[in-house]
């Protein structure tokens, strides 16, 4: 069945008497995960959890549109890194300028950008695009950042971990190799102990901190665990949807 909160899949004769109040805007990234899950998981991972979100919303009322996802990110420190694809944020923000503009001149107000990949960095970009379009309210989340993942995993990790192995598992079973592919997922820290501290950054050569282009290791990942962390995100992403589409952009803040 055609959903009608996905702009890819619906038509003009269900849209011209829409009234659409958020639109969202998955953004994932085009790069190497470990052995064993394919270039694309950020993006099939936003994509999942936004459709599924969005559906939830439609069905109590909400207008939500999802937009095709933005299949690149900021990859800047795998350039060595076969077939890692990159834009910078400059680049970032010359789409989103052109996106918001549509949006802007056609009345609706409300964006989110539903980041799926740990590069891309939207902050500085809304900032700058706030500025620019001030009927505007852009915001942004990306989703692992909204829980505690202790909770669902015991591993650490940031990429082709447990967690987007588990995820993968669960949305894309076809696309993730048998166990006995996976890399462990080991990887560098620097030497400088600040920068594993907090409050002081550097990019990571990519190819120098790991083997396999894993940061975590995805030996207990499995499809109960990315189902129960789907589901959750899902949750509380689509109460975030209704949330922002119920907003009244003129009384923001109590």
Known sequence: MIRPYILAETNWKHLKDENIELAVLPWGATEAHNYHLPYATDNYQAEAIVEESAKRSWEIGDKVIVLPTIPYGVNTGQKDIYLDMNLNPSTQLAILKDL????????????????????????PLVRE???????????????????????????????????????????RPDLVLPKPEWGKGSFKKFRIKAFSEGGVWAERQWSK??????????????????????????S??????????????NDLYE
Request: proline share 3%; hydrophobic share 40%.
């Open 129 to 171: 695009l706030g500025l620019l379009f001030p009927k505007m309210f852009i915001s942004f989340c990306f989703f692992p950042q909204m829980f505690d993942k202790s909770l669902y995993f015991q591993e650490k990790g940031d990429h082709a971990d447990e967690m987007e192995t588990s995820l993968m598992l669960y949305i």
């Open 209 to 234: 901190i790991s083997e396999d282009t894993g940061t975590g290791n995805p030996e207990y990942a499995n499809t109960e665990k990315g189902e129960r962390f789907f589901k959750d995100v899902c």
């Open 236 to 249: 509380k992403v689509g109460q975030l949807f209704s949330d922002i589409c119920k907003a009244d952009l």
């Open 100 to 123: 918001i503009t549509v949006l802007n001149a056609q009345g609706i107000y409300k964006l989110l950008i539903f980041n799926g990949h740990g590069g891309n960095n939207f902050k």
